[in-house]
């Protein structure tokens, strides 16, 4: 967490650069930029951690004569799911010192599998199960990795806090323009359709007294 504001930080002071003078020449104020701002949506990217276990069973897999053979096993290990906002999406208008910002919704863009969890301990294979292939674990991990991010997916709560966690961040970015020049903006949020936080529309933003 403290890298992520440390180069959200570095963002900050790039703009503060613009402040300094040249060979006596006043240089005009710096303000709000849409390219920094998707710089800071592109660290605000919230990581979720889910415990997987995976059950694979597939009936009368082996035969021999009359007697037939399961396949069964499971996997036990740790899923890292990725949350974050398509700065694509991302928008910013200026009216002299009104900023519009529309804010997309929260969305999955990633899942991994945390690797230190996966161990050989981690693959258990019932006592009279038929012989498990690579191609059956596999297809488990598939199956395991979809589930994982659709369950990200439907939990609004970690959406709308993933949502929530770059707006935020996007304030503090507008109100250091507010610290470093003396002016005073207006923020203006616009949401887009299907937003987790907050009804389609417009809601300003003031800074704290």
Not at 9 to 35: F, H, I, N, Y
Not at 68 to 77: L, M, R, V
Not at 94 to 100: F, H
Not at 166 to 175: G, P, T
């Amino acid at each position: 967490m403290t890298g992520i504001f440390r180069k959200i930080s570095a963002l900050l002071a790039a703009g503060w650069l613009v402040l300094m003078p040249s060979c006596g020449k006043k240089e005009p104020l710096p303000q709000p930029d849409l390219t920094r701002m998707k710089a800071i949506c592109q660290l605000s990217v919230m990581d979720c951690y889910y415990h997987n276990v995976v059950k694979f069973r597939q009936e009368d897999a082996s035969q021999f004569l009359w007697l037939t053979w399961d396949k069964y096993f499971w996997i036990e290990y740790d899923g890292v799911v990725t949350l974050g906002i398509d700065i694509s999406q991302l928008d910013m208008d200026m009216d002299d010192k009104r900023v519009k910002i529309t804010l997309p919704p929260a969305e999955v863009q990633k899942c991994r599998v945390n690797e230190e969890t996966l161990t050989p301990d981690s693959f258990i294979v019932a006592k009279d199960s038929a012989r498990i292939t690579a191609e059956d674990e596999r297809l488990a991990f598939e199956r395991a990795q979809a589930d994982m991010e659709a369950a990200a997916a439907g939990d609004r709560a970690l959406l709308a806090q993933a949502q929530q966690r770059a707006q935020q961040l996007l304030e503090d970015y507008i109100r250091n323009f507010e610290t470093l020049t003396g002016e005073h903006y207006e923020i203006v949020w616009e949401y887009l359709e299907d937003t987790v936080s907050e009804p389609a529309g417009e809601v300003s933003s003031e800074p704290a007294s």
